[in-house]
């Protein structure tokens, strides 16, 4: 068991490509990395029958149980293991069973809105955003609904129109602002293969820096010393 020392937040788009950088940057770091995904931590909508469950907007911040995902970040954060919630997409609601999640080097948190909880936001050591445009995203949507969460054609773009895209431009463009670094196109092979060895350092020990995170002016926030990579603006290095 290890205290985290790098929580990196991947946020985009439906189908951006979240979780194939997810993937593939920790796909050679074994088990020193813990990936959280979002969609574990939709409401838990028992209480509703499928019908109501089927209407519900999942791209609204409000679909989420944000104080059980802060609550789980911190405890992996202070070292101790959490019980997810798992999310079964077809019956839109939590599953039964939990997995246990020990706390590791490096945790990865991915999901539509990873980067718009400001409690969340300041548990990120680093904040990235995965920009795809929209047509290349609702054909991968389409794609991936049909084939792999039971859905059919009408109702994929029917949620599209009334839920989807509404709440992307409303909610999930707007938290870009928060990223420190923005990956082009998902699974980009130069920003991949940076992140990789980042996450590898980070995983194997890396080197400690400390960053300070700076505000809207320009001064230093007070963050807790970090390992970093630098971002756009975003960061300082108070070594240098
Ligand atoms: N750069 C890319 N080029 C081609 N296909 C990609 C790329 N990135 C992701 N994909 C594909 O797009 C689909 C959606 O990607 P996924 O990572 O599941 O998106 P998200 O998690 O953002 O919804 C998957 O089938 C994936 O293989
Ligand atoms: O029950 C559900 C829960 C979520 N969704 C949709 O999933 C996407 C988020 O997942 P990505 O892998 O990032 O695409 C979100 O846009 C929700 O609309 C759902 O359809 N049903």
């Known amino acids: 068991m290890s205290i985290p020392s790098f929580v990196i937040g991947i946020a985009g788009g ?61 405890e ?65 949507r389409i794609q991936r609904d049909v084939i792999d969460r039971g859905r059919d054609l009408e109702g994929v773009i029917d949620q599209y129109l009334s839920t989807v895209k509404p709440m992307h431009e409303q909610f999930i463009e707007p938290s870009k602002k928060h990223a420190d670094l923005i990956i082009p196109e998902g699974a980009n092979s130069v920003a991949v293969e940076l992140l990789e060895e980042k996450i590898q350092a980070e995983a194997n020990g890396g080197e400690t820096r400390t960053w300070e995170r700076l505000d809207a002016e320009g001064d230093a926030k007070d963050v807790n010393d970090v390992k970093g990579v630098a971002g756009p603006g975003g960061l300082t290095d108070d070594e240098n």
């Open 14 to 74: 439906t189908g951006a490509g979240k979780t194939t950088v997810a993937r593939l940057v920790t796909e050679n770091v074994g088990e020193s990395v813990t990936r959280i995904p979002l969609d574990n931590y939709y409401e838990d909508l028992s209480h509703l029958d499928i019908e109501e469950r089927e209407e519900v907007n999942y791209d609204h911040p409000s679909a989420f149980e944000w104080e059980l995902l802060r609550e789980h970040l911190r």
């Open 76 to 140: 992996l954060l202070e070292g101790r293991a959490v019980d997810m919630p798992q999310y079964d997409f077809e019956l839109h609601n939590r599953k039964d069973e939990t997995v246990r999640v020990e706390p590791t080097d490096v945790i990865v948190l991915e999901g539509i809105l990873a980067l718009y909880d400001e409690a969340v936001n300041d548990m990120l050591d680093l904040r990235l955003y995965v920009e795809t445009d929209a047509d290349v995203r609702i054909l991968r």
